[in-house]
T-cell receptor, first 115, second 118 residues
Framework: IAGITQAPTSQILAAGRRMTLRCTQD?????MYWYRQDLGLGLRLIHY???????GKGEVPDGYSVSRANTDDFPLTLASAVPSQTSVYFC??????????????FGPGTRLTVL | AQKITQTQPGMFVQEKEAVTLDCTYD???????LFWYKQPSSGEMIFLIY??????QNATEGRYSLNFQKARKSANLVISASQLGDSAMYFC???????????????FGQGTELSVKP
């Protein structure tokens, strides 16, 4: 059982380049999330999806886009990377999104450096 | 707006002693959940413990317990009998009820880095 996989593990990217971070889960969870982690700021939500075919903006969505074509995959795209997008990116999923108790499971993270 | 605050950027504790990591929150929703996650140096996020706003008793999970003081809006994590493997970053997070397409988003605190001394 893999849970959530993310690719790549790490990446160094030139500013202005386009980059897609991949996230796949095998738990058949309806809801998926993308967070970025920055020192002193904790994790902040970028985008989320309650179910396949729907997406929503989180706290820091600018410069990022997502799609949810199916239940398992939730890619995050940086259309034109900037140095401020240097961060560790976590994908997460949960079995539903309606109640406060629902636990989120996290992927191993992608460390992205934009030069 | 919902907010989570962890005021201790770093803490030290002697092995085998207990330690309390502070977390305060702000929300206007009467139904919410509070989570603690551990992030070791390897980077993964590990779920530790959950407390619901309507739970009558403080949550416990092995050596972890949550000191939930609803009136003060605090949800402190207590680790008993600290072990060297407890050295990690700890995050408090909150989730409100979601309506419509708002999603079950987690709001995280800034984190507390715990170091356990031998």
């Amino acid at each position: 059982i893999a849970g959530i996989t993310q690719a790549p593990t790490s990446q160094i990217l030139a500013a202005g380049r386009r980059m897609t971070l991949r996230c796949t889960q095998d738990m058949r969870h309806n809801a998926m999330y993308w967070y970025r982690q920055d020192l002193g700021l904790g994790l902040r939500l970028i985008h989320y999806s309650n179910t396949a075919g729907t997406t929503g903006k989180g706290e820091v969505p600018d410069g990022y886009s997502v799609s949810r074509a199916n239940t398992d995959d939730f890619p995050l795209t940086l259309a034109s990377a900037v140095p401020s997008q240097t961060s560790v990116y976590f994908c997460a999923s949960s079995d539903g999104a309606g109640g406060p108790r629902i636990e989120q499971f996290f992927g191993p993270g992608t460390r992205l450096t934009v030069l | 707006a919902q907010k989570i605050t962890q005021t201790q950027p770093g803490m030290f504790v002697q092995e085998k002693e207990a330690v309390t990591l502070d977390c305060t929150y702000d929300t206007s929703d009467p139904s919410y959940g509070l989570f603690w996650y551990k992030q070791p140096s390897s980077g993964e996020m590990i779920f530790l413990i959950y407390q619901g706003s309507y739970d009558q008793q403080n949550a416990t999970e092995g050596r972890y317990s949550l000191n939930f003081q609803k009136a003060r809006k605090s949800a402190n994590l207590v680790i008993s009998a600290s072990q060297l493997g407890d050295s990690a970053m700890y995050f408090c997070a909150m989730r409100e009820r979601s309506f419509g397409n708002q999603g079950g988003k987690l709001i995280f605190g800034q984190g507390t880095e715990l170091s356990v001394k031998p």
